[in-house]
């Protein structure tokens, strides 16, 4: 069975940085796709970034582009989410998730089989 569990939520300030993590176990992950994603209080899930599992193809949603770093170690089947100059529209919790190895990488959360549980971030102005 796989499982993807987060870490690394929580209190943060406005301009501040965090790093969330992501343990992929159940199976070792060749090429499936990853991302993260997140839903503030009242909105729809949204699309952070993705990357494929070579680390080769990555892509940023507009409002994290040049402030969030999407990485991972194939060692540790790790998925991580660097932010950096955070603002308070980041407040969310956040998921990260993984496809099938048949599919790329995509904003759209219907593409993604696997879902972590969910961390909290929390900016605060």
């Known amino acids: 069975q796989v499982r993807l569990v987060e870490s690394g939520g929580g209190l943060v300030q406005a301009g501040g940085s965090l790093t969330l993590s992501c343990v992929v176990s159940g199976r070792t992950f060749s090429r499936n796709p990853v991302a993260w994603f997140r839903q503030a209080p009242g909105k729809e899930r949204e699309y952070v970034t993705g990357?494929?599992?070579?680390?080769?193809?990555?892509h940023y949603a507009d409002p994290v582009l040049g402030r969030f770093t999407i990485s991972r170690d194939t060692d540790t089947h790790t998925i991580f989410l660097q932010m950096n100059n955070v603002k308070p529209e980041d407040t969310a919790v956040y998921y990260c998730?993984?496809?099938?190895?048949?599919?790329?990488?995509?904003?759209?959360?219907?593409?993604?089989?696997?879902w972590g549980q969910g961390t909290q971030v929390a900016v605060s102005s």
């Open positions: 998730a993984a496809g099938l190895a048949t599919m790329g990488v995509s904003a759209s959360a219907q593409n993604y089989v696997y």
């Open positions: 990357m494929s599992w070579s680390g080769k193809v990555t």
